[in-house]
């Protein structure tokens, strides 16, 4: 057997490694489920937009790393990967983050043909003039469009409240003149210093052998010379840019989003996963369906079922979230911040605590239900530096003196943003 195995008894669950001679990690679920996904994903995202490579300081246009995204799906045949994919059955699509950028696709059949067309398309970049500048026109128009798209509107009106200089502020399509900027020369640039088979994984969870995918991997790809890619961020202050960011849109109730900010030392790894499990532990504590806060204002009707909570915590960025709809968004807003005062003065409840951990464990064990989650979050692993068959013992490991301490860091009081969405008829 070529491929290293890693496995966790416990969990009956095992995955398949080989770094492959084209200096692709390949990643291997095994598992008999009825669909199967690959992931074929680069460390390169939004948040990409300057580095280093080979001595020599690059400035991309910010909404590259989606144009490119966009553009690797054409090809130079003339062809289209979409229709390609229709011949073997499989539904394929792409993503762009702030931190990666994600070829995927998913199939009940012809598992090894549309791996082949995955691996394939991706690395063989086709960019001319003529195809550029017809992609800044869609690209454009999809930008216009998310101008008026209220989800997307108050996502970024948080992130551009919460950060003053990290690029997670910028809007992952870029706008309309910056995308302007995007020549042929600079998305070869880009691809040639991201796209390079060692700064990528290739993320398979199907009912397939390893050496099935090794044979398509050998067929399809050719070795790169590995490049030292070394990012730029710029420095970011511990407090907010601006507290409150508000557009008015077409919408029916208003919406808000509650950001707040982390500013401990940024970390990676085993201790980002750890950090990830007692942040979403906290913040089922506070905001969770079960908890005093969300059956109070539900009851009250300042919230609805679309109330919701995360935590997204990065290498370079790290932040809490809390959404929804409400008829009285500046209260809700009051609300939340009085509500984590009052655990910073009360401290959370061990039992609740004990409940909470055990569901988040739960919660966890569920992933490996499924090809794409498994996949997916292989991805986030390997590029943090995390092992995903840990997880669930990292969050049974979380003590309420875990917790306690995290709480006590975080969440201080100069560290509270608040978007909102209005109707026209609120506009202030």
């Not at 939004?46 to 790393?65: H, R, Y």
């Not at 504590?285 to 679309?306: C, H, N, Q, V, W």
């Not at 009051?334 to 004990?354: H, P, S, V």
Request: proline fraction near 4%.
């Amino acid at each position: 057997m070529s491929f290293s195995v890693r496995e966790n008894e416990y969990l009956g669950e095992k995955y398949y490694y080989k770094k492959h001679k084209s200096g692709l990690d390949i990643y291997v679920f095994s598992k008999e489920l009825g669909t199967g996904y690959a992931a074929f994903a680069t460390k390169f995202g939004s948040i990409d937009s300057e580095f280093c490579l080979d001595g020599q300081k690059i400035t991309l246009p910010d909404g590259i790393a989606h144009f490119l995204e966009h553009k690797m799906f054409e090809n130079e045949d003339g062809s289209d990967t979409f229709e390609r994919y229709a011949k073997t059955g499989a539904s394929a699509n792409a993503y762009t983050s702030a931190d990666r950028t994600v070829y995927l696709f998913s199939a009940t059949e012809n598992f090894a043909p549309s791996l082949e067309i995955l691996l394939d398309f991706v690395t063989h970049p086709y960019f001319t003039d003529k195809t550029v500048q017809k992609e800044q026109g869609i690209i454009g128009q999809e930008i216009k469009m998310y101008d008026d798209h209220p989800g997307w509107q108050l996502y970024f009106g948080m992130l551009t409240g919460l950060y003053h200089n990290n690029p997670v502020r910028i809007d992952t399509a870029g706008t309309v003149e910056t995308i302007s900027e995007i020549t042929p020369e600079l998305l070869f640039k880009a691809y040639d210093a991201f796209y390079n088979l060692g700064n990528m994984v290739l993320c398979v969870c199907a009912n397939v052998e390893p050496q099935q995918v090794e044979d398509v991997c050998d067929k399809v790809l050719k070795f790169t010379e590995p490049k030292e890619v070394k990012r730029i961020y710029p420095c970011e202050p511990d407090e907010v840019y601006k507290e409150r960011v508000s557009k008015n849109l077409q919408v029916s109730m208003p919406l808000f989003s509650v950001g707040i900010k982390d500013n401990e030392p940024f970390v990676n790894g085993t201790e980002l996963a750890k950090k990830r499990a007692q942040y979403n532990i906290i913040l089922d504590l506070i905001f969770g369906k079960s908890a005093p806060f969300y059956t109070r204002l539900y009851d009250e009707g300042l919230i609805d079922s679309s109330f919701s909570y995360a935590y997204e915590g990065h290498e370079t960025f790290a932040h809490c979230e809390i959404s929804g709809s409400s008829n009285n968004p500046e209260k809700v807003y009051e609300l939340i911040k009085q509500e984590i005062k009052r655990y910073k003065n009360t401290g959370f409840d061990k039992d609740a605590f004990e409940r909470t951990k055990r569901a988040n464990y739960a919660h966890t064990l569920r992933l490996f239900d499924s090809t794409d989650d498994i996949a997916n979050k292989l991805v986030g692993c390997v590029f943090e530096g995390s092992e995903i068959l840990d997880y669930p013992k990292i969050i049974a490991d979380v003590s309420f003196e875990d917790i306690t301490k995290r709480f006590d860091k975080g969440f201080g009081e100069h560290s509270f943003v608040h978007s909102t969405v209005l109707p026209f008829e609120n506009k202030e």
